[in-house]
């Protein structure tokens, strides 16, 4: 009797000490992830790209627009490009009011918007909804 039941308190202390962990690896990794996202949102994403004279912007859209904030050069030809990969919610539907832009995005894929060739501006976009935003500066 004695027996079974000391190692019974030793499996409660064993729990105990598995739930303290489990709760301690959470918690870093909530933390981790918090930085993470904070740095996406501060350090300018390297999404921009200059091939045969032609400025090249990628963002993602799923779930809302990665990353959120772009920088570009203004005044050379420019092509926005959208890559989805089972993109079903509603940022698979893009529009930038100021230059009169709705597009629907292929559900998996990229899909190319022609924007001429901006002037220093900052350029704001959204989703179907206006739930998820983007921007891209052009400077
Ligand atoms: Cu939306």
């Known amino acids: 009797m004695r027996v079974s039941v000391r190692i019974k308190l030793m499996d409660n202390k064993l729990t105990i000490a598995s739930i303290i962990i489990a709760v301690a690896l959470i918690g870093a990794v909530l933390i981790l992830g918090k930085n993470n996202s904070g740095a996406e949102n501060n350090v300018p994403a390297n999404n921009v790209s200059v ?9 993602t859209a799923k779930g809302g627009y990665t990353p959120r904030k772009s920088v570009a050069k ?3 030809p ?4 959208f890559n989805t990969k089972g993109t079903f919610d509603c940022s698979s539907f893009v529009r930038i009011p100021s230059m009169n832009i709705s597009q ?7 899909t190319d918007i022609d924007l ?3 002037l ?6 959204m989703c179907g909804m206006g739930m998820y935003p983007f921007e891209i500066e052009f400077q």
């Open 74 to 76: 203004a005044g050379i």
């Open 120 to 125: 220093a501006n900052s350029l704001q976009g």
């Open 78 to 81: 420019t092509i926005l490009r």
């Open 104 to 110: 629907s995005l292929s559900q998996s894929g990229a």
């Open 116 to 118: 001429g060739s901006p």
């Open 51 to 59: 091939v045969d004279g032609k400025q090249i912007i990628e963002i």
